[in-house]
């Protein structure tokens, strides 16, 4: 495999965030999401959503929502280890996403409840949820800042935010390897193994690069009305896990 360059120029292209394009996006990749992102990723997925549901845990009792859920894998983690009665809704505007994740979860946890819904117009109450999560998916939201105030508002005061996204490597060596990877290999692959016409892997690529990680999304996330941030990096800095508190209460 060829050495990537020490740098990269950076993507000129604008990310069309409107809804009908991500919707129709990922209505389209839904059949073979779960294969792709297992692929692509090698399976490091799984363990970022396992350090997920450790460091933010599931209320004790009480609600949690995942926003953005796609095919509900964060959900499903949650599912496994709240404790019973604990209310679980996974949300995602994309129908045959929220298909294939209750398709998932019919046997072993029925009881997640499947809506439909924009995360910049959630259809549930104020102070709804105790835990709040969007695992890859706050990036795809048209306006951030809005899909964090909703976010913010179905919160109860003490209640915890847990994002978990792609980010941008600190280390130049390892921010080189990945976005040569990210532009050159990965919508290729992913592009090709999803069988998709909507180019939904180059996407992918240009979202990372374009959506606000480290402080930028540190202050976006203070600014929605939270404190106490916290940011884990995970494997190198490819992915990074923000868990912020809800302001007006102590913490849950």
Same mark, same amino acid.
Request: glycine content about 8%.
């Given at each position: 495999?060829?050495?990537?360059? &020490?740098?990269?120029?950076?993507?000129?292209?604008?990310?069309?965030?409107?809804?009908?394009?991500?919707?129709?996006?990922?209505?389209?990749?839904?059949?073979? $999401?779960?294969?792709?992102? !297992?692929?692509?990723?090698?399976?490091?997925?799984?363990?970022?959503?396992?350090?997920?549901?450790?460091?933010?845990?599931?209320?004790?009792?009480?609600?949690?929502? +995942?926003?953005?859920?796609?095919?509900?894998?964060?959900?499903?983690?949650?599912?496994?280890?709240?404790?019973?009665?604990?209310?679980?809704?996974?949300? +995602?505007?994309? !129908?045959? =996403?929220?298909? !294939? *994740?209750?398709?998932?979860?019919?046997?072993?946890?029925?009881?997640?409840?499947?809506?439909?819904?924009?995360?910049?117009?959630?259809?549930?109450?104020? /102070?709804?949820?105790?835990?709040?999560?969007? &695992?890859? *998916?706050?990036?795809?939201?048209?306006?951030?800042?809005?899909?964090?105030?909703? =976010?913010?508002?179905?919160?109860?005061?003490?209640? /915890?935010?847990?994002?978990?996204?792609?980010?941008?490597? &600190?280390?130049?060596?390892?921010?080189?390897?990945?976005?040569?990877?990210? !532009?050159?290999?990965?919508?290729?692959?992913?592009?090709?193994?999803?069988?998709?016409?909507?180019?939904? $892997?180059?996407?992918?690529?240009?979202?990372?690069?374009?959506?606000?990680? *480290?402080?930028?999304?540190?202050?976006?996330?203070?600014?929605?009305?939270?404190?106490?941030?916290?940011?884990?990096?995970?494997?190198?800095?490819?992915?990074?896990?923000?868990?912020?508190?809800?302001?007006?209460?102590?913490?849950?």
């Amino acid at each position: 495999m060829p050495a990537p360059a &020490a740098t990269l120029p950076a993507p000129t292209a604008s990310v069309d965030k409107s809804g009908a394009k991500v919707r129709g996006m990922f209505a389209e990749i839904a059949p073979r $999401y779960d294969l792709v992102n !297992r692929l692509l990723s090698g399976g490091i997925d799984v363990w970022w959503r396992h350090v997920t549901v450790s460091r933010a845990s599931p209320p004790a009792t009480g609600a949690m929502l +995942d926003c953005c859920t796609g095919t509900g894998d964060l959900a499903l983690a949650y599912a496994a280890k709240a404790k019973p009665g604990v209310r679980i809704v996974a949300s +995602d505007f994309c !129908r045959p =996403m929220l298909d !294939r *994740g209750a398709e998932k979860a019919a046997r072993s946890h029925p009881s997640i409840a499947w809506i439909e819904a924009d995360a910049m117009a959630l259809p549930f109450a104020d /102070r709804e949820f105790d835990l709040v999560t969007v &695992a890859f *998916g706050l990036r795809n939201i048209a306006d951030t800042s809005r899909g964090l105030a909703e =976010m913010a508002r179905v919160l109860a005061p003490g209640g /915890r935010l847990a994002i978990l996204e792609f980010s941008i490597p &600190a280390n130049p060596a390892v921010r080189a390897f990945y976005l040569w990877y990210f !532009r050159r290999v990965l919508p290729f692959i992913g592009n090709a193994v999803a069988r998709n016409a909507s180019d939904a $892997y180059t996407y992918l690529n240009k979202s990372v690069e374009e959506f606000p990680s *480290g402080e930028k999304l540190a202050t976006l996330v203070h600014s929605a009305g939270f404190d106490r941030i916290e940011q884990i990096p995970l494997t190198f800095g490819i992915a990074t896990l923000t868990i912020a508190t809800r302001a007006g209460g102590s913490a849950a």
